[in-house]
T-cell receptor, first 110, second 116 residues
Framework: GEDVEQSLFLSVREGDSSVINCTYT??????LYWYKQEPGAGLQLLTY?????DMKQDQRLTVLLNKKDKHLSLRIADTQTGDSAIYFC??????????FGTGTRLTVIP | DTGVSQNPRHKITKRGQNVTFRCDPI?????LYWYRQTLGQGPEFLTY????????KSRLLSDRFSAERPKGSFSTLEIQRTEQGDSAMYLC??????????????FGSGTRLTVV
């Protein structure tokens, strides 16, 4: 079955890079996603990567996928205070739904 | 298009009462999903529709929960005889899927349910 794990907390200084990590267990994952959730709000899709890719870059965001180790990471360059939020990793397998991790709370220190 | 819209944003109800939430997906999206998120956890899948057909239900969806999407557009999620354990954020998402390809999920802002 699916299991997605993330560390619960990350603190970085404004202007530094943030790296949020995620591990998953289902090797049949087709797509892997990163979502951002601000307090009291829904989920905002940040980026996604297809399972046959190693890396995807989108402006300040870089996603790295190590399929052998089932490890996904999200790097945010030049982290800003507005990046403070909870970040969820999610995987889509053959089932028609997403399986989410518990989220990483990113705190950006001015 | 204003994205996925959910109403109400907040609902406080007494234990034992029935509640109904509504979700309006992005108009060209053929799939609609309901998720539940409790405090400190990631969202958990409840059910999804392809057009008006409900194709999958999680075991989290007890008999007290029912979801409909009568015309393949908006959807409602009803919880009967609410319990305190039903207190959560209920999230709706929609996507466009053609064959095996699903072009990404867009979430609404959610309905926060508090059962007192």
């Amino acid at each position: 079955g699916e299991d997605v794990e993330q560390s619960l907390f990350l603190s970085v200084r404004e202007g530094d890079s943030s790296v949020i990590n995620c591990t998953y267990t289902d090797s049949s994952s087709t797509y892997l996603y990163w979502y951002k959730q601000e307090p009291g709000a829904g989920l905002q899709l940040l980026t996604y990567i297809f399972s046959n890719m190693d890396m995807k870059q989108d402006q300040r965001l870089t996603v790295l996928l190590n399929k052998k180790d089932k490890h996904l990471s999200l790097r945010i360059a030049d982290t800003q205070t507005g990046d403070s939020a909870i970040y969820f990793c999610a995987e889509k397998t053959g089932a028609n739904n997403l399986f989410f991790g518990t989220g990483t709370r990113l705190t950006v220190i001015p | 298009d204003t994205g996925v819209s959910q109403n109400p944003r907040h609902k406080i109800t007494k234990r034992g009462q029935n509640v109904t939430f509504r979700c309006d997906p992005i108009s060209e999206h053929n799939r609609l999903y309901w998720y539940r998120q409790t405090l400190g956890q990631g969202p958990e899948f409840l059910t999804y529709f392809q057009n008006e057909a409900q194709l999958e239900k999680s075991r989290l969806l007890s008999d007290r929960f029912s979801a409909e999407r009568p015309k393949g557009s908006f959807s409602t999620l009803e919880i009967q005889r609410t319990e305190q354990g039903d207190s959560a954020m209920y999230l709706c998402a929609s996507s466009f899927a053609r064959g095996p390809t699903n072009y990404g999920y867009t979430f609404g802002s959610g309905t926060r349910l508090t059962v007192v």
